[in-house]
C-alpha cells in the first residue's frame, strides 16, 4: 500500500513536500520513486532512492531543485520541491520497486500510489 500526499497549490519559486508511505516495502534494494504526468503528456521520472543504500537518481529536469529521502523508521519516501516552476505542475504519484533500487524506468515498479497534484502558478 502507497500513500502519497502533500500536494497543492504554490506560486513560482516556492517549495512544497510530499510524502508516501510505504508499508511492507522496504527491503533489501528495493526503491521507490516520483514519478509526474502533465496533461495530456505521458508519466516521467522525477526522483528514486534505494531504500537500503540511500542512493539517489533525479531527472535532469529536477536536478538541484528537488531532493528525495527516506525515513526508514516511518518507511516514508518524501520529495522536497524546491524554486517550482510552472512546468512543474502535474499529478505526482509514488511507486515502489522490489530489487530495482533506484532505478528510472517505470516498467520496474510494480505498486502505485494515487496520485497527488501539484500546480505552480506563474
Known amino acids: 500500500q502507497l500513500q502519497a500526499s502533500g500536494g497543492g497549490l504554490v506560486q513560482a519559486g516556492g517549495s512544497l513536500r510530499l510524502s508516501c508511505a510505504a508499508s511492507?516495502?522496504?527491503?533489501?534494494?528495493?526503491?521507490m520513486g516520483w514519478f509526474r504526468q502533465a496533461p495530456g503528456k505521458e508519466r516521467v521520472f522525477v526522483a528514486a532512492?534505494?531504500?537500503?543504500?540511500?542512493?539517489?537518481n533525479y531527472a535532469d529536469s529536477v536536478k538541484g531543485r528537488f531532493t528525495i529521502s527516506r525515513d526508514n523508521a516511518k518507511n516514508t519516501v518524501y520529495l522536497q520541491m524546491n524554486s517550482l516552476k510552472p512546468e512543474d505542475t502535474a499529478v505526482y504519484y509514488c511507486?515502489?520497486?522490489?530489487?530495482?533500487?533506484?532505478?528510472?524506468?517505470?516498467?520496474?515498479?510494480?505498486?502505485w500510489g494515487q496520485g497527488t497534484q501539484v500546480t505552480v502558478s506563474s
Open positions: 532512492i534505494n531504500w537500503s543504500s540511500g542512493r539517489t
Open positions: 511507486a515502489a520497486n522490489p530489487r530495482f533500487g533506484a532505478s528510472w524506468r517505470s516498467n520496474d515498479y510494480d505498486a
Open positions: 511492507g516495502r522496504t527491503s533489501s534494494n528495493s526503491g
